[in-house]
């Protein structure tokens, strides 16, 4: 079982949503309800499949066998041998060599001293043949790998198919050809496509060869030699693998290289990387440092097309058919390998400790999945069996939390068990497998932050679907961190920086805003209260009506009513709407003092001497903001200065000369003089001038 860093990163992704979905006004009871091929994917999957649909049911048991030590670390292709066995073709590094799989046991059957086996072939005979990163095919026989064909004007050879005459196709880089190979080893052009390399061959009983290349992604259909079609235009830019199915039925995967990615086709796709000391033309069978994106597409008898499988996480790598028809395909990321039906009903089948699935058979004498990266075969041994278990992922409740009631929906024998623990994968801290629980029992494991849930489907028809554990975290308690207060002006100059100087005096608003930041660890849905009180008194009032249910961090405070000077307000916090009265917790926090003022300063003196305009001014809790006159009715207000040249007091002097404002001997003027309070709070006084 394995769960790297980004499965634990899908745990509390998956957490927190489950979270958020479950009812936090329900006693702090919430859920997590396992009903999709996601939710139900990601943790151990033995011998069961996982379908769209939210069912689990019975899958492929696999079997495990490693490549020999030196054979290479990637395994790239595979093909059934005609008495039974399997011959595996290795990539990079150390590769190039062609092992053999008999039951259990792998072994080096032959080596082409190239860097890698880009696909593997068997005529009707039986015999084995090879394309690598040169220009040759190779054919290995009694454990030797002798060069059958080289092809000229050809970098590499990527892709092999005989069709029902047993004549040999192959497709190369980087001219981008479908080559005929005749049973001496001469070859002719069939074929030449519009991209750079042919990565993918199928034969049909009609004697049609498909090609599908890299660079533009392109599905031919060649009817003879030179004459072809193109039957499709895929999205991406490779046509990764065809097969041929029932009714002249044809079925592709396409991948798409995620944006920014230096893909392996288009222009970069003639790039030849250097690895082992071996130049590689084309496409390589390295694994991918981007998942990219996937796509499988089916095509009937008219060539009508029809996409029945995506995923946009991550690409494809290999595709079969079994008896029927059905297609199974097998992903570049995550060692997992899907199917799906008519319906388009995809079922992931296999999840293996591999990150790719390069090769799987599902027909025929063998049936295996091929894993690389590291290269690793499994035979499948049954669909289904006594040991056909799903296990989830670890579900995390966030906080340590107590189980309650485990349902789900089934048939066929199941026996159903749970663990918990407080890490994120499993360790040796983690309480044991459960006994069996019956369908809507009480979860008998331990309290923990995180469990698990595990089905063992005990017949081939056992199903299991809507698994869904309700659970409790513990209550911890809200606290409140910070509590502010600022009047509307204020709250729309924090938002715009520093005012500029001679602006737009204040506008008094007797509402104040007032807000706090909560630290909430258990996410319980809060209330909260608010009291204030005058500074110095110790009666607490509050600033909201008892059937106020006040569940956001913030309150509009409308202070019209109050007299002017300080006040603290007392904000309290309490998760009694998602808790029992015996569990619910509180925390108060007070704030600093907050000045409320809604009486405008009072002139204490007003006089003009000639043109020399002297005002005294108070303000019962300042500063005084700002002073200025206008003449004879006229909206133009001018700005005077304060005596000490800065308004910073709640008591102020302006003694200044209006000359510029009012000339001497032009007769007698109205001066209204206007003072503002911090608060925005004005008064009017008018005066003449002589």
């Known amino acids: 079982m394995r769960f790297g860093a980004s499965r634990v990163l899908a745990f509390v992704t998956f957490a927190l949503a489950s979270l958020l979905a479950g009812n936090a006004r329900a006693v702090g009871t919430r859920t997590f309800d396992l009903d999709s091929l996601d939710k139900l994917s990601g943790g151990d999957l033995q011998g069961v499949a996982v379908g769209s649909d939210g069912v689990v049911r019975a899958g492929f048991t696999l079997g495990s066998v490693a490549l020999p030590q030196g054979a290479g670390t990637t395994a790239t292709c595979a093909v059934v041998v005609g008495d039974g066995s399997v011959a595996i073709g290795t990539g990079p590094s150390e590769g190039g060599k062609i092992v053999r799989v008999t039951g259990d046991r792998a072994t080096v059957l032959a ?30 026989s009694q454990g030797k790998a002798e060069v059958f064909a080289t092809l ?71 009817t003879a030699v030179g004459r072809a079609t193109v039957l499709y235009d895929l999205p991406g830019e490779d046509v990764r693998a065809l097969a041929v199915g029932p009714n002249r039925t044809l079925y592709a995967i396409a991948d798409e290289e995620p944006a920014g990615t230096a893909g392996e086709s288009g222009e970069n796709a003639g790039h030849h990387a250097n690895i082992g000391g071996r130049a590689v033309a084309g496409p390589t069978p390295t694994p991918r440092s981007k998942p990219g994106k996937g796509s499988l597409w089916r095509f009937d008898a008219e060539g009508r097309p029809e996409r029945m499988m995506h995923h946009d996480e991550f690409h494809y790598l290999s595709l079969a058919l079994d008896e029927r028809g059905t297609p199974y395909v097998g992903a570049g990321a995550e060692g997992r390998a899907y199917t799906v039906d008519d319906a388009h009903t995809v079922s992931l089948v296999v999840d293996t400790g591999e990150r790719q699935i390069t090769a799987i ?51 066929g024998a199941i026996e159903v068990s749970t663990r918990t623990g407080d890490t994120p994968a499993p360790d040796t801290t983690w309480s044991p497998w459960s006994q069996a629980i019956a369908p809507g029992g009480l979860a008998p494991s331990p309290s923990g932050r995180f469990v698990q849930v595990r089905a063992r489907l005990k017949d081939a028809a056992a199903t299991i679907a809507d698994v869904r554990i309700a659970f409790v975290t513990e209550n911890l308690r809200a606290v409140i961190t910070e509590v502010g207060a600022r009047e509307g002006h204020e709250k729309s100059a924090a938002k715009e920086g520093i005012p500029p100087s001679g602006g737009e005096p204040p506008k008094h608003d007797p509402v104040i805003h007032v807000a706090w930041k909560v630290d909430n660890p258990d996410n319980d849905e809060l209330r909260y209260r608010v009291d204030f009180r005058h500074e110095g008194q110790g009666r607490w009032i509050a600033a909201t009506s008892p059937d106020d249910i006040l569940t956001k961090p913030e309150l509009d405070w409308d202070t019209a009513a109050l007299s002017e000077g300080k006040y603290r307000l007392r904000v309290d916090a309490s998760d009694e ?39 005294e001014l108070v303000d019962g809790v300042g500063p005084i903001a700002r002073v200025e006159v206008a003449i004879d009715g006229r909206t133009e207000w001018r700005p005077l200065s304060p005596a000490d040249g800065i308004f910073d007091t709640a008591d102020e002097l302006v003694d200044a000369d209006i000359s510029l404002l009012v000339a001497p001997g032009s007769g007698p003027h109205d001066v209204s003089v206007r003072a503002f309070d911090a608060a925005g709070n004005a008064v009017v006084r008018e005066i003449e001038a002589p």
């Open 361 to 411: 058979s599902v027909a025929g004498r063998a049936h295996f999945v091929l894993g690389s990266d590291p290269a690793t075969f499994h035979r499948i041994l049954s669909v289904g069996g006594a040991d056909a278990i799903w296990t989830s992922k670890p579900l995390d409740a966030g906080l340590r939390a107590r189980f309650g009631h485990v349902s789900w929906r089934g048939t």
């Open 577 to 615: 709407l998602a808790n029992p009265p015996a569990d619910a917790t509180h925390h108060t926090l007070v704030s600093a003092p907050v000045l409320v003022d809604n009486t405008p300063p009072v002139f204490k003196s007003l006089e003009i001497t000639g043109r020399r305009l002297r005002a």
């Open 111 to 140: 080596d082409t001293k190239e860097n890698a086996v880009n696909a593997l072939a068997v005529d009707n005979a039986g015999n084995l043949y090879a394309a690598t990163t040169s220009n040759r095919i190779y054919r290995v």
């Open 152 to 222: 000229p004007e050809v970098d590499s050879v990527l892709s092999l198919a005989f069709d029902k005459s047993n004549t040999l196709f192959a497709g190369t880089g980087s001219n981008g050809t479908v080559v005929r190979v005749a049973p001496g080893g001469g070859s002719t052009v069939y074929f030449k496509t519009d991209d750079p390399f042919v990565v993918s061959l199928a034969a049909g009983d009609d004697g049609v060869i498909y090609a599908g290349t890299s660079g533009k992604g392109l599905l031919y259909r060649i």
